[in-house]
């Protein structure tokens, strides 16, 4: 009797053990991609820092590259204001616009240089969720540590190149890469 116990717990054992793996293995990967919705809302109380977004009366316009859910994380903001900056504009697409935008959020991790020299060609603020992007030179990245904390970091050679005027308080909250 206690040998027919023994074998149904170590079945049992192994079929949880079994639905755990497979549980795992089946979720996806968050890797250093921080969640669409807080990769925004932490990317606007950024971006709302900067003098030149901050003072923009009409507002400013963020165009999503590649990525379906941060566009629509973003337009979950429209008409909100962070400090004096307003979000009037969110367009997406999977090719560069035509017109710069005031943000451009890099989520087509193919066309990272191609973005890249658009936003410093065009003086518009380059941003991901995706921490190894930085050391491509995206200028904010809004990404998740090991951890599944959330880091904000400032790429500021990016953003002499890109035209932004980075504000002191910014480098308050954000970890700055040179």
């Known amino acids: 009797m ?3 116990v023994c074998v149904r717990q170590r079945s049992r054992f192994l079929i949880v053990a079994a639905l755990i793996l497979t549980v795992f293995f089946c979720l996806p990967s968050r890797g250093d991609d921080a969640l669409p919705h807080v990769a925004v809302s932490y ?3 950024v971006i709302s820092l900067q ?6 009366s009409e507002g400013i316009t963020v165009y999503v590259l590649g990525d379906s859910n941060v566009a629509k994380a973003f ?4 008409n909100e204001t962070y400090g004096t900056m307003k ?5 997406s697409g999977d090719e560069l616009p035509e017109d710069p935008p005031d943000v451009l959020f890099i989520g087509d ?6 973005a890249i020299l658009y936003t410093r060609q065009n003086k518009v603020l380059s941003m991901a969720r995706n921490d190894r992007l930085l050391t491509r030179g995206v200028t904010l990245v809004v990404s998740a540590t090991r951890d599944g904390d959330t880091q904000i970091s400032m790429n500021m050679s990016g953003a002499v190149l890109e035209g932004v005027q980075v504000n002191p ?3 308050k909250v ?4 040179k």
Request: aromatic share 2%.
């Open 2 to 4: 206690t040998g027919n």
């Open 43 to 45: 990317g606007l109380k």
């Open 51 to 56: 003098r030149q977004f901050s003072s923009k």
């Open 75 to 78: 337009q979950n903001h429209i």
């Open 87 to 91: 979000l009037a504009k969110v367009l």
């Open 109 to 114: 991790k193919d066309k990272v240089d191609q």
């Open 169 to 171: 308080a910014t480098l």
């Open 174 to 177: 954000v970890r700055v890469a």
